[in-house]
């Protein structure tokens, strides 16, 4: 700001100092700030200021400790971070414990991987020691991931983190299930199941995703018994027909028979061949099989069908049992014959309908039982006659020989009428990315619609009206009592939850919590013995459930009060939705292990403290879900009072990312280029409801974001390096500019509250980043720089802004914390040395709402306007090269409108435009003059000003020289020369 020539006044100039550096270098600093966090025990200092506050638990999720975290985790730890540093500092006591998914298929993969690089076979290795493999796997990548978690700023409980794995856990999770047992909702039955042939075990639902998928399908033509008509039906599964069972119709469509009267020599659907159809489909069929011509004879009702028997197309192979038409909700003529081809060992409609018409099938003399046709190899078995060794899958995910050997028996029977292949979408675990069948296995499940007797005290806190609820209606009715953000979850879990089947629990693994329960030889009876539970699961929390698979642990638990000769221990293992749905038995209500989240009185109580589950939006149907009906089914209420979701990352193109697209972003890469606040900034800034999406140039936008923000923070620490709290100025006492910022500040702090509360960070971020840009950089710092820099030290003004930028330094920075964790602790270091050890043991301010002033403020939005109309003019004229800086006009300003004249009075207006001088002119705008669009009635123009420039502060002013004793300077920069004399910090 001095010239060269003349006396160097720079050393008498109130210049920005601080030791904030302009660049960042957050790669270095982070990790610094880690270990002084470390050092300096952080988090054991945030949870004695939390202790006895309201608590708001974010129960973590828990990811599976497999690999290296991705750019999916972390969005999501990053969120959650932002979530409990936000609420801790509203004033909530929000420790959060942060937790791993240990058990499951994926790791047994990794261990027979191992394995078979070795040479060993599985099936050789004792289960125990195969499952101690698998522990010290999963112990390993905890480990990763705990410190890549760390790195990304994410404050918790590191060291008293759960894991589903840990023995207390496991003896829970077993007691968990024990409580299903109680309560009868645990029943071993016959079920088709979703089955993985590579992976040998059942899949959830939540374990499957519909990929694109080629299948084979067939119209098929059933006998009807006593009749000289056949019914067609349409499959893309040709392999379960041996299954068939029945066929299912609709009373709502219409149905005709059809007589074929041409078809091609050689067809399979001949002239004079008569077939029911539905009227809908019945051309689109016919048109299929080749036919050339045919003729509709007549209705077939409901009634008819209804009563119609069918012989099995393969009877002549061994299939010889009735074939009976039901009526079924679920069949429809939207695609196919209007007839479904019903194998209730292969479908869950299928299953279903079968099961709901137990009573009638018995009456018509049908046999219900339901046939093991395929094993878990994918090979049908000896209730298959007629395909010895045929295979629908092999071990690879590739398709066998069933459906070629179905569909040339059809041939061969005369019973084909047409085929062919189509793409859809087919379910494929989402591990193996391979497709699964359904197949009848013996699995165990949780009954969803069987009533069960529910704690009286929680039916009675749900409003239940009964103590014999099912637990899908008690789910529901506590989905309704959760609050989800956004709102459009509460819909999705809803229907997730109100039409899926039972819930199989069952896996044939040896990695995880086994169903702990004895099953009676003669009856089939699970034991209920509470002094037999006992002991299991306090084996388990000494040993682990490795108890349950070393030798003799029958005789173990059950001896002396019953015979293990006449029980079954099961050995199948629990889904893993099953242990991480029981988090929050072993977390939120266990004080010895997790004494930081003891004595948790949820809303749902009465009480003050809220729990939060927070994941990505899949976990509708998996972890929210499952944790859903593991709370309702043991404690008749949900597990958590609000559910917050997140979508998914793709790259900039809006791609999933993959190696083999070279979009993947990997987050511990852009940690070592920009530092994980970038990340954090990025998470915050996003519409986090959406598919996020992230890249090179979208990282460089938020890079940018984060320079203005800090060069922003920069200014405000250096100029407060002369600010003393003992001159801080009173609000009486306060230039009307300082006061409107405040009220500016006031007016976004109540905005920022609300969006923390809402979760709403995008708008938090956006706030702070318009306030920061375009109130403070762009208006009050370069109007006040000028007194700040030059002002005497007497200077109220000086002092003033000084105090304003102490409370707004104050304000932003905890703002800032939750989401910029590290940055703003090194602004607060900086900002309050030897004062408070960290922002993140502040709360955010409070009081600022004593600085609201409507009236100021509406002047003052009029002061904007008029100098928004100056500033315009002056870019002009410096783009024109007539000026060099705004210090070197003195415009006219017009202004037509009385009020906006008034709003200038009282106004320094030249200091507020940056310029030596400035003419206030009522009227309207003479021609030529520059005016903006949105500001009608106000023109400016431009004009040098006149006078000598000063050679401390270069306004131009004709009253340089009028003091003798320095004569190259303004009146006001005179004064500030004597009185730093008299201070003895200028010669």
């Not at 219900?368 to 078995?381: K, Q, S």
């Not at 084909?416 to 009848?440: C, D, E, T």
């Not at 304000?811 to 900086?830: G, H, R, S, V």
Request: one cysteine or more; charged letters at 25%; glycine letters at 8%.
């Amino acid at each position: 700001m001095t010239e060269k020539t003349g006396p160097d006044y720079s050393a008498t100039l109130y210049l920005p100092k601080t030791d904030f550096p302009m660049r960042a270098g957050l790669p270095k600093k982070e990790p610094e700030l880690l270990a002084h966090w470390e050092q300096s025990g952080l988090t054991e200092k945030m949870r004695r200021e939390n202790a006895g506050k309201p608590k708001f638990v974010l129960h973590d999720g828990p990811p599976y400790a497999n690999g290296n975290i991705h750019i999916g985790h972390a969005l999501n730890k990053i969120l959650k971070d932002i979530v409990t540093r936000s609420q801790r500092m509203m004033g909530k006591d929000a420790n959060y414990v942060p937790g791993w998914d240990c058990h499951g298929l994926p790791i047994e993969w990794k261990i027979e991987e191992q394995y078979r690089a070795k040479g060993r076979n599985k099936d050789e290795v004792p289960v125990v020691e195969f499952r101690r493999e698998c522990r010290a796997f999963a112990e390993h990548w905890l480990d990763v991931q705990r410190e890549e978690f760390k790195r990304l700023g994410v404050a918790g409980d590191w060291n008293g983190r759960y894991a589903t794995m840990d023995y207390a856990a496991e003896s829970v999770i077993a007691r968990e299930i024990m409580k299903f047992a109680a309560n009868g909702l645990l029943y071993r039955g016959s079920k088709p199941v979703m089955w993985s042939v590579v992976e040998k075990t059942a899949l959830a639902e939540a374990e499957v995703e519909y990929e694109d998928h080629t299948s084979d399908w067939v119209f098929v033509a059933f006998p009807a018994r006593g009749q000289d008509y056949r019914v067609v039906i349409w499959t893309t599964t040709p392999w379960t027909l041996p299954g068939n069972r029945a066929i299912s119709f609709s009373h709502r469509i219409a149905y005709g028979l059809y007589r074929v009267t041409a078809a091609p020599e050689g067809n399979w659907a001949k002239a004079g061949e008569l077939y029911v159809l539905a009227d809908k489909l019945a051309e689109s069929v016919l048109q299929s099989a080749k036919v050339e011509a045919f003729e509709r004879v007549r209705d077939l009702p409901a009634s008819e069908l209804a009563a119609l028997t069918c012989a099995h197309p393969l009877e002549k192979l061994g299939y010889s049992f009735d074939v009976p038409l039901l009526d079924g909700d679920h069949v429809t003529d939207d695609a196919g014959a209007g007839f479904v081809h019903t194998a209730p060992g292969h479908g869950r409609e299928d299953f279903d309908i079968w099961m709901a018409s137990g009573r009638l099938l018995h009456e018509r003399g049908i046999d219900t039982r339901i046939p093991y046709t395929v094993d878990a190899d994918g090979f049908y078995t000896d209730e298959v006659p007629g395909f010895a060794n045929a295979r629908v899958i092999d071990d690879k995910g590739n398709k066998g020989d069933a459906n070629p050997r179905v569909i040339a028996a059809l041939i061969e029977a005369g019973a084909l009428l047409a085929r062919g292949k189509m793409k859809h979408q087919y379910p494929h675990s989402w591990r193996s990315k391979k497709p699964v069948i359904f197949r009848n296995t013996p699995q165990w499940f949780i009954a969803m619609d069987k009533p069960f007797a529910v704690s009286l005290d929680a039916t009675a806190a749900k409003g239940v009206g009964s103590n014999q609820p099912t637990l899908r209606a008690i789910a529901l009715e506590e989905i309704a009592r959760t609050k989800w953000v956004p709102a459009a979850g509460e819909n999705r879990i809803t229907g997730m939850i109100a039409n899926r089947p039972d819930w199989v629990v069952s896996r044939q693994r040896a990695w995880g919590v086994p169903i702990a329960v004895f099953v009676h030889r003669g009856t089939s009876e699970i034991l209920k013995d509470e002094t037999v539970n006992a002991r299991v699961v306090a084996a388990f929390a000494e040993e682990g459930a490795d108890a349950w698979y070393k030798p003799g642990a029958a005789e173990r638990f059950l001896a002396p009060d019953h015979d293990p000769a006449d029980f079954d221990k099961i050995d199948d293992v629990l889904d893993v939705w099953f242990d991480s749905g029981s988090t929050h038995a072993f977390t939120l209500e266990d004080p010895v292990h997790f004494p930081t989240l003891a004595g948790i009185r949820r809303r749902h109580d009465g009480g003050p403290d809220e729990v939060m589950y927070l994941e990505g939006s899949d976990q509708h149907r998996g972890w929210f879900h499952s944790s859903l009906l593991e709370s309702c089914g043991t404690r008749g209420r949900a597990p958590y009072d609000s559910v917050l979701t997140h979508g998914f990352v793709l790259d900039e193109k809006g791609r999933k990312m993959s190696k083999s697209l070279g979009n993947v972003v990997a987050p511990q890469t852009v940690i070592k280029d920009a530092g994980a606040d970038i990340l954090r900034l990025w998470v915050a800034a996003s519409d986090y409801s959406d598919d996020l999406r992230i890249g090179k140039e979208i990282l460089a936008t938020f890079s940018e974001t984060y320079r203005k923000l800090r060069n922003t923070i920069r200014w405000m620490l250096g100029a407060l390096a002369h600010f003393d709290p003992a001159e801080a100025v009173a609000k009486a006492d306060m230039p009307e500019l300082e006061r409107y910022i405040l009220h500016r500040l006031a007016e976004i702090d109540s905005a920022v509250r609300e969006a923390y509360a809402a979760f709403d960070y995008k708008k938090v971020v956006a706030l702070l980043s318009s306030f920061m840009t375009g109130d403070l950089s762009a208006l009050y710092f370069d109007i006040r720089k000028d007194g700040l820099y030059c002002d005497p030290p007497s200077s109220v003004t000086r002092k003033a802004a000084l105090t304003t930028i102490d409370i707004l330094s104050d304000a932003l920075l905890k703002w800032l914390a939750p989401i910029l964790c590290f940055t703003a602790e090194e602004a607060w270091l900086a900002f309050r040395p030897g004062s408070e050890a960290s922002v993140h043991l502040t709360e955010f301010p409070e009081g600022l709402e004593v600085w609201r002033d409507e009236a100021l403020a509406a002047k003052w939005r009029s002061v904007r306007r008029v100098r928004a109309v100056v500033t315009g003019a002056l870019e002009i004229e410096r783009a024109q090269k007539t000026i060099g800086a705004s210090l070197e006009a003195d415009p006219q300003v017009f202004v037509a409108d009385e009020s906006l004249r008034a709003a200038l009075g009282g106004v320094d207006f030249a200091d507020v435009c940056i310029t030596s001088a400035i003419e206030i002119v009522a009227g309207p705008p003479p021609e030529g003059a520059f005016t903006l669009p949105d500001t009608p009635g106000v023109g400016v123009v431009s004009r040098r000003a006149t006078g000598t420039k000063c050679a401390r502060s270069w306004r131009i002013s004709p009253l340089v020289g009028s003091d003798a004793e320095f004569p190259d300077v303004t009146p006001r920069d005179a004064l500030a020369l004597r009185e730093l004399r008299a201070l003895g910090r200028w010669p």
